[in-house]
């Protein structure tokens, strides 16, 4: 199984950034998909949660409004839009895999994850 994420770079604040996570290795539709990232030296944070049809959609609440997630089950691809970044966003961001489509935001959930992709957000 292999999660492959990409798009992470350096934008300024309020600027936009589009975050993609292929998938291989799994039958895609079966799974729920998430974001999370990591700050410096804290604990990875769930950042988004969408079900296996992209159905639901659930945010942290330091992005409600502010990020967008959503998937193309013909790509096998999960998306991350974020935008208006604020330099407080900056973080190494993760997506992950979990069988089945409960909603959990606790990372023991997950089955599988890629390798994080950098975002940095200059002020």
């Known amino acids: 199984v292999q999660l492959q994420a990409s798009g992470g770079g350096m934008v300024q604040a309020g600027g936009s950034l589009s975050l993609s996570c292929g998938v291989s290795g799994l039958t895609f539709h079966n799974y729920a998909m998430a974001w999370f990232r990591q700050f410096s030296g804290k604990e990875r944070e769930f950042v988004a949660h969408?079900?296996?049809?992209?159905?639901?959609?659930y945010y942290g609440n330091s992005v409600k409004g502010q990020f967008t997630c959503s998937r193309d089950n013909a790509k096998n691809t999960v998306y991350l839009q974020m935008n208006n970044l604020k330099p407080e966003d900056t973080a190494v961001y993760y997506c992950?895999?979990?069988?089945?489509?409960?909603?959990?935001?606790?990372?023991?959930?997950?089955?599988?994850w890629g390798q994080g992709t950098q975002v940095t957000v200059s002020s």
């Open positions: 969408i079900t296996w049809n992209g159905g639901s959609t």
């Open positions: 992950a895999a979990k069988f089945g489509s409960d909603y959990y935001q606790a990372r023991l959930n997950y089955n599988y």
